[in-house]
């Protein structure tokens, strides 16, 4: 059984950071074009796999702070 207090520890705000990566990726319209390429990879390739690496970081950030 938690306590009141267990529950209120798991609604921390920094659980919000956990937004960004849905926010960054949830409108193709906007990373959907080849310009500007980076490396040979058009934009739309290389914003998502910038974003494995943001998502990694909010995750392990979000991880430590919420504990």
């Known amino acids: 059984m938690t306590t009141p207090e267990k529950s209120a520890a798991r609604m921390s705000?920094?659980?919000?950071?956990?937004?960004?990566?849905?926010?960054g990726l949830c409108f193709p319209q906007i990373y959907n074009r080849a310009e500007p390429s980076l490396l040979g990879f058009p934009f739309f390739y290389w914003y998502q796999f910038v974003w494995v690496?943001?998502?990694?970081?909010?995750?392990?950030?979000?991880y430590f702070k919420a504990k």
């Open 53 to 62: 690496g943001i998502c990694s970081a909010i995750l392990g950030i979000v």
């Open 13 to 23: 705000p920094w659980l919000l950071l956990l937004l960004l990566p849905y926010l």
